[in-house]
Each structure stands twice: as C-alpha cells, then as structure tokens.
C-alpha cells in the first residue's frame, strides 16, 4: 500500500515537472507579453499633424515602438548622427534615454506618448538625414537644386515590421562615394589631437633656405596635418629640403600650387584650426544632402570650389579637366540640368551683366572696342548699327554678337543645357587662365580646359557617332554646327570643399565664403 502510494506521488511529481515552465520559457513569455502591440486611443493622435497619423494608420493606430530592438536600433541612430554632420542632440536623446530605461514601469497612457516621441524623432531624423536640416531654396536665390521628397511612412512600416530599422536609415542617407570619403573625413579628424592654432598663427610669407623662427611654428603644423614627418629637425629654424617636400604636400591636399613658396594661400591654410576645419566637414555633410540620391547613368559633375570637371558614365570617370568659374561677384550657380546639344564654331551674344559692366564702360572709352572684339551690334528691329551709330546711353537696347573663331569668347565649342541662368560650359579665349592656382575668373559660366577632347568623348557614344576627325574638320570649316545630344547626360555644376582620399584629408578654398556661414545656420 505505502510502495502504491510513493510510486503515486513520484508519478504525479513528474508530471508536474513536465507541466511547469522553465524560467527561460517564463521570460520568453514575459518578453513576448512586452512586445504586444497595443491600440494607442485616438484622442492621443489628434494633436498630430498628418504625416504622424498616416504613420500610425498604416499600422492600424497600434503602438509602432512596441519592439526593443526597433526602438535600440534608432536610439543608436541618434547617437551615430554625429557621424552624418548631425547633433544627436537635437533629436531627443535627452528625453528618450531616461523615457527607455523605465519603459516596463510607465503607465499605458505614458506609453503611448512615449511611442508618438520615437515616431516624431525618426520623421526628423529620417528628413534630416534623406534632404539635409536646411531648405537650400531658403538661403540661396541662385541655387536650383531639385526639391528632395520621400514617402517615409513606407519605409518605417518596412523597417518595423521586419526589424531592420538599421538598414532603413542606411536606404534614407546619401549613397554617393563623395559622401561617404566626406564622413570618413570626419571621423579622421575627430582622431587628431588638440593644438592652439590662435597661438601660433604665421603671417610671415616664406621662401626656401630662409632662416627664421617662424620656420618651427610652421614645421609643428605640418607635422600636426602630417605632412612633415621628421621629428630630429622639428626644432631647427630652417626652411630646409625635408620641409620643402612637406609644404608642397601640404599644399597639394589644400588645392594650392605646390611649389613650396608659404604665400598668402598656403599661410590662410596653415592658420586653420582643426575645430575650423570640422565645421567645414559639417557644412559640407549638409551641402551633399541637398543634392541628387541618383545622378544618373552619365553625367557631367563640376566641383566649383577644385575647378574640376568629370564626365561620368555607368559609375567610371571617362574624362577629367580643369576648369574657371565665377568670380565671388558674378558666382556660377549650384544647379541640375541635362545636356541638350553641343555647338561648334558658336558665336557669343553678350548677356545682359557683362553688357553693362562690361562691355558700356569699354566701348565708351574707345568706339574701337567693336571692331577689336569682333563684335556686331544689332537694334530691335534686328538691323544691324554701325559703331558710330551705336548710342551708349541706350547701351542695353542693343544685341551684340561676337562673331565665331578660335579668340571668340566661348571659343570653339560651347555645351549647351537649359537653365535660369543662361550660364553654360565653353571652351575660351583666356586659355593661359588654366594654369592658374586661383581660377574664379569668369562672368558666370564653366569655361573648359581642352573642351574639344571632352566634346569627342561625349559625341562617339551618341548614335550619330561623331570622331576626332569629323570634329577637327568642323572647326576647319569654321561653320556653325550645332550637333544635338541623344543620350540622357545630366548636368551638375555643385559646390564642396573637402573630401578624403589615398592622399589624405582633402580641403579646398571657399571661394564663395559659403562653409562658415552654412555651419552658423546648422547651430542656430
């Protein structure tokens, strides 16, 4: 009977330990109790604006933030911004950290705005990170970039139903490789140690075997930027071979002729703080936001601040030329286009600026100014009006048309695209401009260093191929030709100051005194 009895309540133990959950298993079911998605109530959406509530509508007005993961991999993103250009501060980590570590002990209602907060904050820096913090339309009237739009709504109910929030974020940021070498910059610098450059400021211009104290100032720089690697001679006030060989390093990362003279150029580069030249990888962080996701299959992309031109097509650089801008008071604009037709042998009318700054105070001085340009005058009416006849107090009424030929203005070819501006790229008859350390010369347009050879490259890949030959018998003849582009070849002219590659942190001039003024706009 005792033997019946004990072998009862072994039996029944061990069926109560085959029924008993595991501690694990309680807190899987605990966890899975967590990430339940609950109805937020509606009177919680209606202070939202609507981008928020359709948000929540493609999720049935459930929670969206239920799951941990979700809500680690944004609080992450947040921190990560800085990486982007970004101030983790202005997408309340303050609150949402201290919101994250009490979760499980919030009321429902607490929850539920807590929820709405990671919405809002994702919007925001989803926006930020897709098209930048500022509206480029907003601080400049001669930029025409494309407004920038996304159905956001979409990729967080992807990214939140499947769990991969971290690869939504890398879908919404700029792709292009500029960018990226221009975040790697970025974190470069942040590697580099403290110095006072205000201390230790060079304003002594410099030639070499010069022997002056300054010399030691200016060897510490370059060894703080690493281009002076010699460490036994870092305190000699000598402008010695080693150094030499470091100042032209140093000048050929900051776009500057590298021909180891310290003129003023390679002075204002050497007196940059590092905390400056952060704020210039920031602005350009920004700047890169603005532009394009896609550029397109072929493109021509122009760098304003390198004077640098690259034709693009699928992802490899056929063509690379040196080029003239704008002047910082005749700027050549930031926008996007797509190249229409090429002209050869073109004749140039004088745009409207240059007429009156230009080409009125000129031809006032001297009626020869006409003849010596090889310049037509036109009335109204389409006749044309002789130089004596020519009336400068009605100056503007006038069209003037500068007859076709190698000393024309645009010289032999000119890159036609539709804009605004009515600015284009053309060769010149400035040609010795190009070999130029500072080359913001021109009234507005991009004039091209051997424009003839890009015109080639472009023209063989058009289905009315054109060659080398059928180009040079072009330009014998001296004939006006205007040969239309079949192809789609998008247009860029852009604007960006550093970047990093094999050589090093990058930097260029701003030459339109953009970076600082951008990055003040950032903080405020």
Excluded at 220 to 227: F, Q, S, V
Excluded at 272 to 277: D, G, V
Excluded at 346 to 369: G, M
Aim: charged share 30%; hydrophobic share 30%; with cysteine.
């Amino acid at each position: 009977m005792i033997k019946n009895i004990l072998f009862t309540f072994f039996f029944l133990s061990l069926i109560s330990c085959k029924n008993t959950p595991s501690t694990d298993t309680i807190s899987e079911n605990k966890e899975e109790i967590k990430e339940i998605s609950r109805p937020i109530p509606i009177e919680n959406f209606e202070a939202l604006n609507d981008s928020l509530k359709l948000y929540y509508s493609k999720l049935n007005n459930h929670e969206i933030w239920f799951n941990k993961k979700n809500r680690q991999d944004l609080i992450s993103e947040i921190k990560n911004s800085y990486k982007e250009g970004l101030n983790p501060d202005d997408y309340n980590l303050k609150k949402i950290e201290p919101l994250e570590k009490k979760r499980d002990s919030l009321k429902d209602n607490d929850v539920f705005e807590y929820d709405i907060l990671l919405t809002t904050t994702f919007e925001k820096l989803a926006l930020h990170l897709y098209k930048g913090k500022l509206n480029p339309k907003k601080l400049y009237d001669d930029w025409d970039l494309k407004t920038k739009t996304i159905a956001l709504s979409s990729y967080l109910e992807k990214g939140i139903t499947s769990k991969t929030l971290d690869k939504t974020f890398n879908e919404i940021k700029p792709q292009h490789f500029i960018y990226n070498q221009i975040k790697k910059s970025l974190l470069v610098l942040d590697k580099y140690p403290d110095y006072d450059f205000k201390k230790n400021k060079i304003d002594t211009k410099i030639e070499f075997h010069d022997t002056i104290d300054e010399i030691i100032t200016i060897k510490h720089k370059l060894a703080y930027w690493k281009d002076y690697t010699r460490k036994d001679s870092i305190t000699t006030p000598i402008y010695d071979t080693i150094t030499f060989i470091a100042v032209k390093k140093f000048q050929a990362r900051n776009g500057l002729k590298s021909d180891g003279v310290i003129g003023n150029g390679t002075i204002k580069a050497l007196n940059f703080s590092k905390e400056e030249r952060k704020e210039q990888i920031i602005a350009n962080l920004e700047r890169w936001k603005w532009f394009p996701k896609d550029f397109g299959e072929n493109y021509l992309i122009t760098n304003l601040p390198d004077y640098q031109i690259a034709y693009v097509s699928k992802n490899d650089t056929i063509a690379k030329h040196n080029i003239v801008v704008g002047t910082p008071k005749r700027k050549t604009p930031v926008l996007t286009s797509k190249l229409s037709n090429l002209v050869f042998n073109p004749t140039w009318t004088v745009p409207p600026t240059i007429i009156k700054e230009d080409l009125t105070p000129s031809a006032k001085k001297n009626i020869t100014y006409f003849e010596r340009t090889r310049m037509t005058i036109y009335d109204s009416t389409g006749s044309k009006v002789t130089p004596e006849e020519w009336d400068s107090e009605r100056a503007r009424s006038y069209r003037y048309v500068q007859n076709s030929g190698y000393n024309n203005s645009l010289g032999l070819v000119k890159f036609n695209f539709p804009n605004r501006h009515l600015v284009y790229l053309h060769d010149t008859n400035h040609r010795d401009y190009f070999s130029r350390e500072y080359r913001a010369l021109s009234s507005g347009c991009v004039r091209i260093e051997n424009p003839l050879d890009l015109s080639e490259k472009i023209l063989k890949n058009e289905k009315k191929k054109l060659t080398k030959t059928d180009i040079d018998t072009i330009i014998k003849r001296k004939n006006i030709k205007t040969v239309p582009i079949q192809n789609e070849i998008n247009v860029y002219f852009l604007y960006w100051t550093n970047w990093l590659d094999k050589d090093g942190l990058q930097f260029r001039e701003d030459i339109y005194n953009l970076d600082k003024k951008l990055y003040r706009s950032l903080r405020s």
